[in-house]
């Protein structure tokens, strides 16, 4: 597990602090902060993450493949379990994340638990290829890339897609549908919640729902993106975009708030999730 360092800070407070840190561009501040100081980034793998197991279960039919992903972040510790499964990843980040020594710490740690990877220690971004066939791409948009159509045997993504915008999300999958080959695979995991509810225990995992658009954009800073696209709403979007959906799975489910903003459908029970995955075929 990554970040499971636990704290109690008034998520209004912390939404201010975000608004500085945009302002300033402070975005190395923050990384430190999280690393040293709050330890919001500590590696502890003590064993399988569900998020791995998962997207190894979807793609079971394309094992040995070659695989992209994007949002991947600092200790890229889903690629090294799942690069005894993969011929190859590329992973890329809208925004240089990779932390070498993270990076080492997770490999030693998933080496332990799982026989078929060796632990070999990476001190650039050539021994992550060379050790581990990992190929790290940062800063990249994936919404726009120069990969050649059908390029790959399928993509994974997990907790990102919740702080991207809806308007990129549409780019992103047109340009998905372009590069994963036919019948190619796509896993997906997104993250639901409120994000601030995840350092303040005062305030309900959906405590967002609340708020309109304009109520809830005052809280919401770019360095802390949150888009409150439910279940629902990536079911539609990606049928719209011509994916077949062959998971589609929600969970979590938790009490939504007495008061839910007009926005949202309170008739789909699905706006309760706080999690869901979803597993895509590309059809051409």
Same mark, same amino acid.
């Given at each position: 597990m990554i970040g499971n360092y636990k704290m109690n800070f008034n998520w209004k407070i912390k939404s201010i602090c975000f608004f500085?840190?945009?302002?300033?561009?402070?975005?190395?501040?923050?990384?430190?902060i999280q690393k040293h100081i709050t330890k919001r980034s500590k590696v502890c793998i003590s064993k399988k993450d569900f998020n791995w197991e998962k997207h190894e279960k979807n793609l079971k039919?394309?094992?040995?493949?070659?695989? &992209?992903?994007?949002?991947?972040?600092? +200790?890229? @510790?889903?690629?090294?379990?799942?690069?005894?499964?993969?011929?190859?990843?590329?992973?890329?980040?809208?925004?240089?994340?990779?932390?070498?020594?993270?990076?080492?710490?997770?490999?030693?740690?998933?080496?332990?638990?799982?026989?078929e990877i060796d632990f070999?220690?990476?001190n650039n971004l050539d021994d992550v290829k060379k050790n581990y066939n990992i190929i790290y791409i940062a800063p990249f948009d994936i919404s726009k890339t120069s990969f050649l159509e059908g390029s790959f045997d399928g993509c994974i993504s997990t907790n990102t897609l919740e702080h991207i915008p809806m308007e990129s999300i549409v780019k992103i999958f047109a340009e998905l549908k372009r590069i994963v080959c036919n019948k190619g695979l796509i896993s997906l995991i997104i993250d639901y919640s409120d994000h601030y509810a995840h350092t303040d225990s005062k305030i309900? &995992?959906?405590?967002?729902?609340?708020? +309109?658009? @304009?109520?809830?954009?005052?809280?919401n800073h770019s360095i802390h993106y949150q888009n409150r696209l439910r279940h629902y709403d990536y079911a539609k979007l990606f049928k719209e975009l011509g994916y077949l959906i062959a998971v589609n799975k929600p969970y979590g489910f938790v009490d939504i708030p007495n008061y839910v903003s007009s926005k949202f459908n309170l008739d789909d029970a699905t706006l309760r999730a706080t999690k869901g995955y979803f597993l895509l075929e590309v059809k051409k």
């Open positions: 500085i840190i945009d302002l300033l561009k402070l975005y190395k501040v923050l990384y430190f039919q394309i094992k040995g493949g070659e695989i &992209l992903e994007f949002g991947a972040g600092k +200790s890229l @510790s889903q690629n090294i379990y799942l690069s005894k499964f993969f011929k190859s990843q590329v992973v890329v980040d809208l925004f240089p994340m990779l932390d070498i020594e993270m990076f080492n710490k997770a490999a030693k740690s998933i080496s332990q638990l799982e026989a070999k220690q990476s309900g &995992l959906l405590n967002f729902l609340k708020y +309109s658009d @304009s109520e809830f954009n005052k809280y």
